[in-house]
T-cell receptor, first 107, second 114 residues
């Protein structure tokens, strides 16, 4: 079955420390993966997608097909990174989301 | 350009009551989606539409119905509300062709069923 797993419900990181939000997927074929973010009192929005190989707000994510992972990383956490992060997998005409990880940046 | 809007923002229902949530988008998107967001469960797809006049079931469709009579609108109906339907409901739309296109989300509707 196709699924997205985010093992951490909550991740607390000190400001300035590295961040890694874990995402593992199960998919037969070439996956297309995304990270969406929901800041407090804001709409859910796309953060980045693996096919773009871009860095947004200092975040990067590399697709590792061998480990079936798409972890989101940032070298130095900032307070404004506190938010809910969802990993998502393209299923053709729809996307499935993981259960989300709440990132809390400690001062 | 309002993007994706949802009506209402908040609603409280009694068990057994019915209601309709309205989603509207002004981006000429083909695809539209309804999700519910519950603590610890993430976003779960209720129903979706790949074009005007089409609808399809998502992961948790039971107890909900939808209609897409106009391209810009996607309605979510609860015929007989239950406390288990207490949730935050999000609508989203995307350009189409592939769901790999960015999904644009509405602000959400917080529904409480007593």
């Amino acid at each position: 079955a196709q699924r997205v797993t985010q093992p951490e419900k909550l991740l607390s990181v000190f400001k300035g420390a590295p961040v890694e939000l874990k995402c593992n997927y199960s998919y037969s074929g070439s996956p297309e993966l995304f990270w969406y973010v929901q800041y407090s009192r804001q709409r859910l929005q796309l953060l980045l997608r693996h096919i773009s190989r871009e860095s947004i707000k200092g975040f990067t994510a590399d697709l590792n097909k061998g480990e079936t992972s798409f972890h989101l990383k940032k070298p130095f956490a900032q307070e404004e990174d506190s938010a809910m992060y969802y990993c998502a997998l393209n299923q053709g005409d729809k996307i499935i989301f993981g259960k989300g990880t709440r990132l809390h940046i400690l001062p | 350009n309002a993007g994706v809007t949802q009506t209402p923002k908040f609603r409280v229902l009694k068990t057994g009551q019915s209601m309709t949530l309205l989603c509207a988008q002004d981006m000429n998107h083909e695809y539209m989606y309804w999700y519910r967001q519950d603590p610890g469960m993430g976003l779960r797809l209720i129903h979706y539409s790949v074009g005007e006049g089409t609808t399809a079931k998502g992961e948790v469709p039971d107890g909900y119905n939808v209609s897409r009579l106009k391209k810009q609108n996607f309605l979510l109906g609860l015929e007989s509300a239950a406390p288990s339907q207490t949730s935050v409901y999000f609508c989203a739309s995307s350009y189409g062709g592939t769901a790999g296109d960015t999904q644009y989300f509405g602000p959400g509707t917080r529904l409480t069923v007593l």
